[in-house]
Nanobody, 125 residues
Framework: VQLQASGGGLVQAGGSLRLSCAAS???????VGWFRQPPGKEREFVAA????????YIADSVKGRFTISRDNDKNTAYLQMTSLKPEDTAVYYC????????????????????WGQGTQVTVSS
């Protein structure tokens, strides 16, 4: 399975972007997640969604501003980002786990087997 992330760009503070994560084929993943890596920092959890059922989980740092969704028919997950702040500047990665055998928590990057290439989001002040 290959993941293709897109939708990043340069936006002013307060603006919005929608990131997309398209899977090359139907996955048997339990979770699809978004992570981000700010300059000089480690990759951190942003949001996750259960592929079946649609339950969502959002990091406290972006709660109320970001939402995650998916379109099962298109094998695509989305990250809608609003009220963007300069501290949201990062490379954003989407990821999918390897299925029910993945035991680590949805916010743990080690859970995820498949990763997209990353898309740059830059928020100017």
């Amino acid at each position: 399975v290959q993941l293709q992330a897109s939708g990043g760009g340069l936006v002013q503070a307060g603006g919005s972007l929608r990131l997309s994560c398209a899977a090359s084929a139907r996955t048997f993943s339990v979770f699809v997640g978004w992570f981000r890596q700010p300059p000089g920092k480690e990759r951190e959890f942003v949001a996750a969604i259960r592929w079946s059922g649609g339950s969502t989980y959002i990091a406290d740092s972006v709660k109320g501003r970001f939402t995650i969704s998916r379109d099962n028919d298109k094998n695509t997950a989305y990250l809608q980002m609003t009220s963007l702040k300069p501290e949201d500047t990062a490379v954003y990665y989407c990821a999918a786990d390897g299925g029910p055998s993945s035991l680590k928590s949805y916010y743990n990057r080690d859970r995820y087997r498949y990763w997209g290439q990353g898309t740059q989001v830059t928020v100017s002040s």
